[in-house]
């Protein structure tokens, strides 16, 4: 009930897809993924909201059209963003194209979040994008962080982004529908944590590693829900895999878990 009260009061969305949604392990778009996604943003837009993406992907696609292995350099993994950047942003052109709504490419890196000048052009740029009616696409400058700097996954890109133009709601597009007591009993309903108003250590001990193609994993959106929660911005971790991963929040058996905002 909590969930669907969100999504129906918030005005402001960010909505973040992670690499293991978005790619296959040949290195293709998955269209199916991508087109549900894209039918649900319209929908929100439709209901007159505002809806920034933030995306995920560039290297495992970069891969894929290099024909590169998975163990790559820093450089390599650079080369390839720089590459599945491209194809990244064709997809979501495309799909978009089909409802007539234009998109726009940002790339930002750790530090244009938190130079003030930086920040303040990166939120003046995407509120005038709203007002154009052009979805922002957002995904990190792969192609020159380095290690030292990198968000390290774009859960945290997308909570920092959430922050920046305070948004009502992060949605974190997962591969599993939430937050679970025992990461071993997965297809378990009682086993999802539906609702967390305070994140404790033994909130943050639940979390596992991250998936085979995305870099995060649970405890990057436990961390990103952090950053949220302090600026009055909930967080809903649901699947992505369902048809109407964002329509089905409505419902009150939809499995997901919420990050309440204090």
Do not use: H
Not at 14 to 20: A, H, L, N, P, T
Request: glycine share 6%; hydrophobic share 40%; proline share 2%.
């Amino acid at each position: 009930m909590v969930a669907s009260n969100t999504i129906k009061i918030s005005k402001k969305f960010v909505i973040k897809i992670g690499s293991s949604l978005l790619t296959k392990e040949s290195g293709d778009v998955n269209k199916v993924i991508l087109k549900n996604v894209v039918k649900d943003i319209v929908w929100l837009i439709n209901k007159k909201k505002d809806v920034v993406i933030v995306s995920s992907g560039a290297i495992s696609l970069g891969k894929g059209q290099l024909n590169l292995g998975e163990d790559l350099t820093l450089s390599e993994s650079q080369a390839a963003a720089a590459r599945g950047q491209i194809e990244l942003m064709s997809a979501w052109k495309n799909e978009f194209k089909k409802y007539n709504i234009e998109v726009a490419q940002l790339l930002l890196s750790p530090l244009d979040t938190q130079n003030k000048n930086s920040s303040k052009n990166a939120i003046a740029t995407i509120k005038n994008l709203i007002k154009f009616k052009c979805v922002p696409v957002i995904n990190e400058n792969d192609s020159t962080s380095n290690e030292e700097i990198k968000f390290g996954d774009n859960d945290i890109l997308a909570a920092k982004i959430s922050r920046m133009i305070q948004a009502d709601n992060l949605i974190l597009l997962s591969n599993v529908d939430g937050l679970l007591k025992d990461p071993l009993k997965i297809n378990q309903s009682s086993n999802l944590i539906k609702e967390v108003d305070k994140i404790t250590n033994s909130i943050k001990n639940l979390a596992g590693d991250a998936s085979k193609y995305g870099k995060g994993g649970m405890i990057s959106k436990i961390k990103a829900a952090q950053i949220c929660i302090k600026s009055k911005c909930s967080v809903i971790i649901t699947s992505g895999i369902k048809n109407e991963p964002i329509r089905s929040l409505l419902k009150n058996d939809t499995k997901s878990t919420i990050f309440l905002a204090t």
